[in-house]
Every structure is written in C-alpha cells, then in structure tokens.
C-alpha cells in the first residue's frame, strides 16, 4: 500500500525457510510465486535460502492460499490423491475460508496429516486487533509470522435499495519507504514487501468479519503497490480468478515509481490505476512527495497516456487538498491544464485532508474544496469529492499507521525466551 494508504480510503467513500526435516517426504515439490503457481514433482528438495536483506519478503513457498484449482489439483494428486481433492481444496481455501490444514474435514485425515508434514500451510493470518468506526468502517491489524503488522480496512456502503458494497482497501508492504509528508504510513516506517497470500489474506479477513462478500479491492493500503509489483499481480490474479472479483472491481495505487506504469500497461489489465498527484507542478509535487524528484510530472503523465492508450482503460489522479498549499482556485485551473496538455479520458478525485499526528498540515473548509472541484468541472475535467470514512477510528485519509512496521511486536514468549537467553549467558 502505498504511503497513500489512508489518503485512499477516503477516496472510495471515503524467508521463512522450511526446516528440512519438517519438509521430508517422500515426494518433494517446487512451487513457483509466478502469477500462475506450478507445483512439479522433483527429486531433490528445494529449499530457499534465507535472505539477508530485511526488506525481502519473508518467503516460504509451501503456502496453499494463492495457489490455482489447477495447482491444488496437481498437488493433490503428487501426495497420492485423486485430482478431485484438489478441487475441495480449493473449495475449503477460497469458500469456505479454512485457516489450518486440520480444519479440512472433508478430507482424509491421511491426507491432512501428510500436508502438515510436508511442511504445508494454508498461510491466514490471526487478527491482532479490530477497531469499528461509528459509520461501519473497520480496521483490521493482521500479525504476520514475523510479529509484523499491516493494517487492511473494511469499507461498507449501502445503495438506496439496501445492496451492500464492501471494499477492502489491502496493503502490499510493512509500512512504507515513500514518505509523503501528509501521510502516516510512511512516518511509521519500512520493513518488507507483503508476499502473495499476506495480500490475499487481507481480503478474506475483511469478508470473515463482515459476513459478506468483497465487492471491490482497493491496492491502497500501507506500502507503494508498484515497489512491490510482481507480488501485487500474483495477488491480483487470485483474487480475480479464485476469490472471484471481478477485475474492473479492482484498483492499483501508486505515488508514481518510473517504469513501472509501463510495465502494468503490458498485463492489460481491465483494473483501475490511480495515480496520487497532489499537486498541479513539479515543484510543489516535490514538496509534497519527496520521490518525486525522481520521477518528474511530465514522465508520468506521459506514461499515465501511454497506458489509457494501451490499456483503453480511465486513469483516475488522487489529489489530497491541502489548506493553504494546494486547495487555491488558481491551481486547479493549473492541474486542468496539465491534463489537458496530456490527453483525455482522466478523473480527479478530490480527498480533504484528515488529520494525523504530527502534521502541520490542515484540512480545507467545504467551500474552499467546493472551489476548486468547481475550477476542474468549468474546465471539463470529471471530478469527485469523497466522503471520509472511518475518520473515529483512525482509518480515514492519511491516518493508517501502526508502531509495529519497522520492528517485529514482541510477543510474550519471544521475551521469556530473551530473558531466560540472558540468564543462561549469565
């Protein structure tokens, strides 16, 4: 997610490696973190080797969420089974939303017991924490394995006729590297990429706290989605073909990282990418989002054109007002003419500014936003004000942070362990 991770919300209303002898088994796989995950039979285990880079992903490819029918299949039948048990698998993983192997009771016990073996998990996550919103936003922090936690919100919004959208906005990093001076992720800090399931997961969660299904996927939660783009994907694909979202339901934040909106182009996708922009010029951008400097104005609305012209789908930019720095009449009809300068087909989605801690920076009055969404619309620019959700329970814009992104929580075994570590030394 992104170091808009909040910032976004509002904008929609608003390795660990497997010890070999617990891998052992008589048959072996290699499981790829491709989009499309195969499981071949190798002779030889295969074992990843630790990284030595904290901000690698914790990897460990004996994970079952994420995984096709068709891998599930595969696998099933390279443990001895019939290939139908790969379908109530997948059946168990993505329905009936199951968190251990032994919660599988449809299957023999002989099967479950050799997944567990092997070294195998589902890869769901236990819930550290719930906070509800007096408007039915709920924020979620998940404990990784590592005693990290990321935070994935709940976004309920019901039509006149009673239907129920939920959209779960999901994180794709611990925290973020970006630091956007309006944003608290990244005044958290920055740990690691999510892996596959750890995105995945998230919307599960959400669905298993609501009792309902996921309507819409929002990438804006922690971390910057296109620094972590391949993991992003591979959670895309799952959650389009095995958790059944739809893909225009979908949407892919990013700040701007260069050359890769080029490379979300080349996928195709049907999904929406929102682009954060903020600010109508290169200098005040920078201000604003210090990696700017990096990536400057006119390469990304060149890319952003490139890929409405790749993809034929819209590009929404994200704009965060700003009191007294970015919210004046004057830089709208600047923003209207920048994307006008770079074709057509853009939407703007206007989000005032909620507070967080630490920040000088102030939210706009109604009529100061009301101005400048006027600016954008006498210029022929579509433009939405969003509603802030889940402002109560520190979920709305800009507000996501928790103090666990940089350092693993400390459980209170890991400080027996500690303390009786130190005993012994003594």
């Known amino acids: 997610m992104n170091a808009m991770f909040a910032t976004k919300i509002s904008m929609l209303q608003h390795v660990c490696v497997v010890p070999l002898a617990r891998a052992t088994r008589h048959r072996s796989f290699t499981v790829s973190a491709s989009a499309s995950t195969t499981v071949t039979p190798s002779r030889n285990l295969t074992v990843s080797s630790p990284t030595s880079s904290a901000r690698a992903p914790h990897v460990d490819p004996r994970v079952l969420l994420g995984m096709s029918e068709h891998d599930l299949q595969q696998l099933a039948v390279e443990f001895g089974q019939q290939s139908y048990r790969g379908k109530q698998l997948h059946h168990l993983i ?77 994180s794709s990093q611990v925290g973020c590297p970006l630091r956007c001076s309006f944003c608290a992720t990244g005044k958290g800090g920055y740990s690691r990429n999510l892996q596959r399931h750890e995105i995945i997961e998230q919307v599960l969660a959400i669905e298993d706290i609501f009792k309902h299904r996921v309507t819409n996927v929002v990438f804006m939660g922690m971390g910057e989605p296109m620094l972590n783009l391949k993991s992003v994907l591979d959670a895309h694909q799952c959650l389009n073909k095995d958790v059944q979202i739809g893909q225009r339901m979908i949407t892919i934040s990013t700040v701007g990282v260069p050359n890769t909106i080029k490379k979300l182009a080349s996928h195709k996708l049907q999904s929406t990418l929102a682009v954060s922009l903020h600010a109508p010029n290169q200098k005040l951008r920078e201000m604003i989002v210090p990696s700017a400097k990096s990536y400057p104005l ?55 500014f909620n507070p967080i801690e630490g920040s000088e920076y102030r939210r706009p009055n109604k009529k100061t936003v009301s101005a400048f969404a006027g600016a954008l619309e006498s210029r022929k620019i579509t433009v939405s004000i969003r509603q ?12 996501l942070r928790n103090n666990f992104q940089k350092s693993p929580l400390i459980i209170e075994s890991d400080r027996e362990e500690s303390q009786s570590d130190v005993a012994v030394a003594c």
């Open 388 to 399: 802030t959700r889940g402002l109560d329970a520190s979920a709305a814009c800009g507000q």
């Open 298 to 352: 006119d390469a990304i609305m060149k890319d952003c054109r490139d890929y409405f012209a790749e993809t034929s789908r819209r590009v929404s930019f994200e704009y965060a007002l700003l009191a007294g720095v970015n919210d004046s009449v004057e830089q709208a009809r600047e923003l209207a003419e920048l994307l006008h300068e770079w074709g057509r087909g853009y939407h703007v989605n206007l989000i005032p």
């Open 94 to 170: 993505y329905k009936r939303k199951a968190k251990e192997i032994q919660d599988f009771s449809h299957l023999p016990q002989a099967f479950r017991n050799d997944l567990i073996k092997a070294g195998w998990k589902i890869g769901r996550s236990p819930i550290y924490h719930t906070v509800t919103a007096a408007d039915g936003t709920v924020k979620l922090l998940l404990k990784l394995e590592d005693n990290r936690l990321i935070e994935t919100v709940g976004i309920p919004v019901e039509d006149e006729k009673g239907s129920m959208r939920l959209t779960a906005c999901v």
